[in-house]
């Protein structure tokens, strides 16, 4: 669990690198004015305003989670995990974004690349929540834990075996 942990906080940093370099690209890019405000407030630019706004509604999504992140430890775990569960729907916001802005992505191998990335988004989000889905909830657990007969253990089993005894095992 700890190198999953380790993966997913390395790869959502460099997910924000990438996503500040494609901001900051397109905000000093003289082919066309795209404000910096634009990024954050949605439908704010001029320039392709509901593909634009898409795009900053993701960051804004995005930052969101970033920002109870970095407040885990003084937030409410259900806040925090309401609000991280944002992550499924800025994937399919930014999606959208990159898709309807981009004319290189709506055809040729760009359009099939793209296509295949959310062919694996969705058999992962599927594969999640068919997951979830068949884990007991935590107070079903802990009442079936709680409903079973306590047992006292044995004097054998409660005492612990002498060093002899457990290497004749």
């Known amino acids: 669990r700890f ?4 993966i997913h906080r390395n790869l959502s940093l460099l997910s924000v690198a990438f996503i500040v ?3 900051g690209t397109a905000v000093l890019d003289t082919y066309v004015h795209i404000p910096l405000l634009s990024a954050v407030v949605p439908f704010a630019s001029g320039y392709e305003r509901l593909w634009l706004g898409l795009g900053a509604i993701s960051v804004d999504l995005m930052a969101a989670m970033i920002v109870t992140s ?4 003084r937030l ?3 806040v925090w995990r309401a609000v991280h569960l944002l992550a ?8 959208a974004h990159s898709i309807g802005s ?3 992505l709506q055809q040729g191998w760009l359009l099939v690349l793209s296509i295949a990335c959310a062919a694996v988004v969705a058999a992962s989000v599927s594969w999640r929540l068919a997951h979830a889905a068949r884990q007991v909830p935590r107070a079903a657990r802990v009442s079936a834990i709680l409903s079973q007969p306590a047992t006292r253990p044995t004097t054998q089993q409660a005492t612990r075996p002498t060093r002899k005894q457990a290497v004749t095992r």
Do not use: C, E, M, Q
């Open 70 to 73: 970095l407040l885990r430890g």
């Open 88 to 95: 499924y729907v800025s994937w399919p916001v930014a999606f």
């Open 76 to 78: 409410n775990r259900v």
């Open 21 to 23: 370099v494609h901001i």
């Open 102 to 104: 981009s004319k290189d």
């Open 3 to 6: 190198a999953v942990t380790g």
